[in-house]
């Protein structure tokens, strides 16, 4: 599948009918990857010769660049016929991506409905549960049969696992139970659909919701679909499996990225242009650098001692590398921790509590390889006792100090609502360096008489 | 659900049956957050109120150290019970959490051909697609009618999602097509299952195939379940959309962890004994250090200009965290872009012609911020124009070694086969380091004249 030119070469050949006969049974994943990878004038001509839903379907997964590129291509008959066999959820993140002229020109060319249903769509808050629902989905009334249940199956026609869950609601579409397609499966054509569902602790989204605790909940309670209800819990639409699975990458994306002191991504890397990934990360690096210059003014004070015992400055790097890597490995812990729910703020004592125990057997494991490492290196210095103490004491506080930020901070940070993802190496890293030199030259002053 | 304490309440009251049709409302995931928050013999007692599907439902999703504290209190006769109800995969992923001597006690209370299969699964290696299959699955054969299948579905009795794709095997259980829960609904009766299967390009997983890549399957093709086969493609068992959704949270959870120099971790962090903590963390602190140290040799080397211009000094902890936090921003970028397969090895020369000119923008603007704050700070030092160039070059050169690194790194491991993942923040900074103050010292020496 990854050599594409097999089919620009059969375009050229003009092997039309062998090129489409080939199409129509592959996947239409793998159709939308290979328009992806040939020039935008070929895929038109690929995208063409596809039967109308499969086009949608491929079009789906499109990426936004491509498919602002074939819209521009494409006649007003045939994005018609795009937008009305999308999905809405499909057809409102589309329009979501596309620049205003070419927003404009599709929904123009959508049935007035559909653009309504596209707009109310568009209205909900990013990341909310109604803003990744879709509307399409199998509403089934009590006094239906399973033979109707069918019925109305095959006309609402979806072809996703939209299908495997159906609701039952009442005359203001207000949910009271679900059905799923092996109750039907297994019930008797005649059955009663008020009799076989189920309406007992439906779990359900509220619109406003954020996608991450709907995400939770299909972790929970594995789910394949969940019902999003309104403030009156009138059923307003379904969100599937599929869409939350992006979701739970997204949100793991995001959270590397802040952790790594940049400002979340839209785009994938490749696609992201050079100015806006140097957008995202010059802010923290700035912040970071002046704060990097405060410690730098601690060292500054400390001017005299450095001059009398110029070893002293060699500790440096490894003083504060020690101190940022220990501080990291706790904060990504208790990040991750929280993000995945496993860690909640009760936890906080009981987290403080494994970080200092894990800090003391790290710090005195470290401090003993450091204090042999200055021993070999200056066994004829007659202060090296002293010096090796030095740096060994430096090394459990700054251990101690880097693993207890590590965790506290991040907590916190949520305490507060700030996203915890934030407190994470970088900016521990600083804050450690800033305290684990001025702990190194007042011990260094105290235990050398300098 | 939350205040766990009025069901302790209700136990100690013994209003058991006002607790039991409590709990037969309630979902199983939530009985089973309900029985890990309550001391272990009154999770025994409402353990043991469950109707026998529902315990099984309930065991699966217990922490294991929960799932062993149950089982060394429950009969011979309810071990069966549970062993046998338990899907295969849960049973054999519960089987390889226990310690030895449980897991034999388990082992003996099932019955043979239930042993056999188990046994049978804890062959495949660990993260292979054969490690988390289950073998619990629809087949029909072709012949078979809708009618036939439905009684089949009956039978098979299983209630996850692993009935909505059914499985069309040949006598030999070659794997010939499939059909799913839809179709099924939407045909008659009387059809016959060879008529109505889709048979073009099923998507398959291999038994040895790694988890990661059956996961970028589900992704890239939408799927609820995927069928496994093996080297002579027969079927052999399916994975289950749930199933995925855990592997792909597992893998993200290993990419943190292994990105902030630790070894992943087994179980979640509160479950982690300090210890293991330890010893997961100490590792790479060690490593770390040692190479901080080589750093420091670096400055002992210039130990003359350090004396001569104590100044120098203060830029120590701006220009390495600066260096850190750049290489970690691009190394992050790269390393969740393989992760997600949105970055191959193809687009190396891409990757690199885009960081560099990243690693230009900001470089310039840091220098510029940096150049500004040493002419603030040291307006009357006469050489106050040379320092800052001084900082300025080595800001830009630092920002460029530390982007490409930080690009280059983790794609050159993935090439040889390394984890990209280990390529992250801690290890970067320290190269990083090393070579940005060896730049900044050779600059300072040549421009100050030193």
Chains 1, 2 share one sequence.
């Not at 990857?33 to 935008?40: D, K, M, S």
């Not at 309504?116 to 509307?135: D, F």
């Not at 026609?157 to 297994?186: F, H, N, P, Q």
């Not at 001017?303 to 490894?318: G, K, N, Q, S, Y």
Request: charged fraction near 25%; aromatic fraction near 8%; hydrophobic fraction near 50%.
């Amino acid at each position: 599948m990854k050599d594409f030119s097999i089919y620009e070469n059969m375009l050229d050949d003009k092997q039309y009918h062998e090129l489409r006969s080939d199409l129509l049974e592959k996947n239409t994943a793998d159709i939308a990857q290979l328009l992806e990878h040939i020039p935008v004038d070929k895929a038109v001509l690929i995208f063409r010769m596809l039967p109308k839903n499969m086009a949608a379907e491929v079009f789906a997964d499109l990426f936004s660049d491509v498919k602002q590129s074939l819209i521009e291509r494409l006649s007003d008959t045939e994005i018609h016929f795009i937008i009305e066999e999308l999905f809405l959820d499909d057809a409102a993140d589309f329009i979501e991506e596309m620049p205003a002229t070419i927003a404009k020109k599709v929904l123009a060319n959508a049935k007035p409905e559909t653009r309504e249903e596209i707009n109310r769509l568009l209205k909900y808050p990013e990341n909310s549960a109604g803003s990744i629902m879709t509307v399409e989905y199998v509403d089934l009334k009590r006094e239906m049969t399973v033979r109707d249940s069918f019925e109305r199956i095959r006309k609402t026609g979806t072809d996703k696992e939209t299908l495997y869950t159906c609701y039952v609601t009442d005359s203001e579409r207000r949910l009271e139970g679900i059905v799923t397609a092996k109750t039907l499966m297994l019930s008797e054509r005649d059955d009663v659909i008020g009799d076989i569902m189920d309406d007992d602790g439906i779990i359900v989204a509220e619109t406003l919701e954020d996608q991450e605790e709907v995400a939770f909940k299909f972790n929970k309670y594995d789910l394949l679909s969940i019902p999003v209800v309104d403030s009156e819990r009138r059923l307003v639409g379904i969100i599937t499996v599929d869409d939350i699975a992006d979701v739970v990458q997204e949100e793991a994306t995001e959270d590397f990225e802040k952790m790594a002191a940049m400002l979340p991504s839209e785009k994938p890397y490749l696609k992201t242009g050079v100015f806006r990934l140097f957008k995202n990360r010059i802010g923290w690096l700035l912040f970071l650098m002046i704060s990097g210059m405060g410690t730098g003014l601690i060292l500054q004070s400390f001017e005299h001692a450095l001059v009398a015992v110029p070893l002293l400055v060699t500790f440096i790097p490894m003083l504060t590398d020690t101190g940022g890597n220990a501080g990291s490995q706790s904060s990504t812990l208790i990040i991750r921790g929280m993000a995945v729910a496993e860690i909640s703020l009760h936890d906080f004592l009981k987290v403080a509590w494994k970080e200092i125990r894990v800090s003391f057997l790290a710090g005195v494991v470290l401090s003993m390889v450091a204090f042999l490492r200055v021993f070999l290196m200056n066994m004829n210095d007659p202060e090296v006792y002293i010096k090796g103490a030095v740096i060994s004491l430096t090394l459990i506080f700054t251990v101690f100090i880097a693993k207890l930020c590590g965790c506290m901070l991040p907590m916190l940070a949520k305490k507060v609502k700030i996203d915890p993802a934030v407190m994470a190496a970088p900016l521990i890293t600083t804050i450690v360096d800033a305290s684990s030199l001025l702990v190194f030259f007042s011990i260094a002053k105290l235990l050398l008489n300098i």
